[in-house]
């Protein structure tokens, strides 16, 4: 690099951040004053994305015009992008430009632009829109380049719009650092409109994020003919605000309605309005939605998060499970390029989903019986669980079969047969009444789905209702309301069904090979700065 370059980042190092923000103010009223152009640009039509004028490119048609400049074939394009590097040679300026499909060079030469455009690619900062149009050609290092071309040169004739580049909009903000970018993960998920064209990863990462929720809505509403579905999936919605919060238990965000003067609650899950379709005589629907739960944060949760929730009429559980494996390979194929998938550094087999019981599971990992009350209060003090904030046996068990087993459920597996008391919307299994028809998916150590073979008898579900508001204090009982209409529901009749719930956020995560669900939420939550 010659010292004739113009290497910004070397200015701006020699600037203070007051100086270099008071320089781009500067720079806007000169593009109003000097150009008489708006630095907030108009409507541009008929550009290409980067990707797609890279594809254009034609390197016979571009070594023709090399061997002879009167033959030109080359393909005009029109791009636009962010500008992420800017270099000035002399009569002759290179920039990176980049939008969410990559980065490509534009050329910018004062031959072939004219003055008044060459000013302005001069003018142009890191981070500024702009937009070029012209041939695409490869330079001397073989770099794919947009050759800003103008159809006017004379200086006093030519206007903005048949500039050969033109900058649309003017930043005002200093860009990321030069050579690091964007590093600091709390920064990156508090400005994740800078983290995304700073960091291509992100961008990819949150455009796979759409792909995977497509893909399973698509498996959903037109399954392929080998995925042994009963049949298309309806999609529908329910609502986000509830009188009454139900569908499983956690503490809801509560607001309040000013016109009917009533409290509601933002929903921690949609499932008993979907049963209710089934009710209605909808056969299979299914929502990808947001959930809202009042609880704290961590790698895995959110507390607004987004789920798959699903209900087949005459279905099960093994119904549903064959719709959960089928459902993870579609997607893993179809997305993500295969059945084996790394996360981290373990390699997941799609392709093969084992299937344990959950007492099974307790006894191999623990090396006693699951009924043994005295050897669980042991091994709950070990793990330094206090036995006496638990209510009976198998809610003890839960807690230290969920601190000793999932780390071990690392390949894909269907963990079934849960106690029943564990379960409360939730089938017995025939002729196991303590045994109920539930599965959770575990992958990675995380659980990724929760299943049912579900609960259709009111006077049981009412029964259930009832049990689980024994024994809270007023606090915890208050959100733990029996909804009397969905048991009316209940009573009208839902036939045997089978019920899913995804967490979507987590299956990004898995497929996308992120670590903390923030890397696959655009908008995390995060507490307030300051």
Known sequence: MSEKQNVKGKEAESK????LLADRRRKLDRLREEFEIDPFGQRT?????????????????DEAHKENADVDDRPIVRVAGRVVQHRVMGNLI??????????????????????????LAKLTDLSDIVFAEGPLATTKTGEI??????????????????????????????????????????????????????????????????????????????????????????????????SIPGGAAARPFVTHHNALDI???????????????????????????????????????????????LYE??????????????????????????????????????????????????????????ADHEKLVEKAKKLHIDPADFGDHDQLLNTVWEETVEEHLVQPTFVIDYPASLCPLTKR???????????ELFIAKMELANAYTELNDPDVQEENFSGQVEGLDEEEAMFRNVDEDFLEALKVGMPPAGGLGIGIDRMVMLLTNQRSIRDVILFPLMKPQG
Request: net charge negative; with cysteine; charged share 25%.
């Open 429 to 439: 299994k025939p002729n196991e009444p303590e045994i109920a028809e539930r599965f």
């Open 16 to 19: 203070s951040s007051s100086e």
């Open 94 to 119: 290179f920039m990176s430009i980049r939008d969410e499909t990559g980065d490509i060079q534009l050329a910018v030469s004062k031959k072939m632009v004219g003055q008044p455009a060459f000013k």
């Open 45 to 61: 039509d008929g550009l290409l994305t980067v990707a797609g004028a890279r594809n254009a490119y034609d390197q016979a048609a």
């Open 313 to 370: 009429a005459f279905g099960d559980l093994y119904s549903i499970m064959n719709l959960v494996e089928k459902l993870f390979q579609h997607v893993a194929d179809t997305v993500c390029g295969g059945q084996k998938l790394m996360f981290g550094d373990v390699e997941i087999d799609y392709s093969n989903f084992r299937r344990a019981k959950y007492l099974d599971l307790f006894v191999e990992h623990n090396g006693f019986d699951h």
């Open 263 to 309: 409290e509601l609650y933002l929903r921690i899950a949609p499932e008993l309005y979907l049963k209710r379709l089934l009710v209605g005589g909808m056969l299979r629907v299914f929502e990808i939605n947001r959930n809202f739960r009042n609880e704290g944060l961590s790698p895995r949760h959110n507390p607004e998060f987004t789920m798959l929730e």
């Open 145 to 242: 380049s947009v050759w800003a071309t103008s159809s006017v040169l004379e200086e006093e004739n030519q206007t903005p719009a048949e500039a050969g580049f033109q900058i649309l909009t003017k930043s005002l903000a200093l860009p990321p650092g030069k050579f690091h970018g964007l590093q600091d993960q709390e920064q990156r998920y508090r400005k994740r409109y800078v983290d995304l064209y700073a960091n291509p990863d992100v961008m990819q990462n949150m455009k796979r994020r759409s792909q995977i929720i497509k893909g399973v809505r698509d498996f959903l509403t037109d399954p392929p003919k080998d995925s042994e579905l009963s049949g298309p999936y309806l999609e529908v919605e329910t609502p986000m605000m509830q």
